[in-house]
T-cell receptor
């Protein structure tokens, strides 16, 4: 069965600093990988996804992520964090489920941004 | 309306009540999902419907009963819930087939459920 580990429960960065959120996955085949963001009281918004091709994927809000098969990782990065980026971030791996697909999520990383 | 909508946004119910959560998607998708999000826990997949047929019932207690009357609507019927069922319930939708390169799930804002 697939699984996702986000080793950092909580990260604090200063506004303008760079950010990297870690994600490690376990999956037997070529993974479909996603990063989502959740603001308080809201649903999850897709930041970016990886299916195939270029291992560096660009997303919304200036985020990017790099797929490294050898390390089973899909880390999320942003060169300069804005105060509005404070939220919870979830990494997920997709897998077939009957005629549908399921996403398995990590436990999330809470990001705090200091002024 | 666009995207995925959920009603109500907040619900407080007693343990003997019966209520329903509603989800509607306006994205032309044909798979819909219910998730439970509790504090300090990963998202738990509860139910999956693909092409209006239930694909997965992830060992969810029978006090939760899903219904998918068509590809745009999904309900979660609740009865005799327990206080530990208090959580954020999220609905999502997607295309059921990922070969076109899609497959990501689009989420609604959730229903915050409190069971007294």
């Amino acid at each position: 069965a697939q699984s996702v580990t986000q080793p950092d429960i909580h990260i604090t960065v200063s506004e303008g600093a760079s950010l990297e959120l870690r994600c490690n996955y376990s999956y037997g085949a070529t993974p479909y990988l996603f990063w989502y963001v959740q603001s308080p009281g809201q649903g999850l918004q897709l930041l970016l996804k990886y299916f195939s091709g270029d291992t560096l994927v660009q997303g919304i809000k200036g985020f990017e992520a790099e797929f490294k098969r050898s390390q089973s990782s899909f880390n999320l990065r942003k060169p300069s964090v804005h105060w509005s980026d404070a939220a919870e971030y979830f990494c997920a791996v997709g897998a077939p489920l009957g005629s549908a697909r399921q996403l398995t999520f990590g436990s999330g990383t809470q990001l705090t941004v200091l002024p | 309306e666009t995207g995925v909508t959920q009603t109500p946004r907040h619900l407080v119910m007693g343990m003997t009540n019966k209520k329903s959560l509603k989800c509607e998607q306006h994205l032309g998708h044909n798979a819909m999902y219910w998730y439970k999000q509790s504090a300090k826990k990963p998202l738990e997949l509860m139910f999956v419907y693909s092409l209006e047929e239930r694909v997965e019932n992830n060992s969810v207690p029978s006090r939760f009963s899903p219904e998918c009357p068509n590809s745009s609507h999904l309900f979660l019927h609740l009865h005799t819930l327990q206080p530990e069922d208090s959580a954020l319930y999220l609905c999502a939708s997607s295309h059921h087939n990922w070969t076109s390169g899609g497959g990501e799930q689009f989420f609604g804002p959730g229903t915050r459920l409190t069971v007294l």
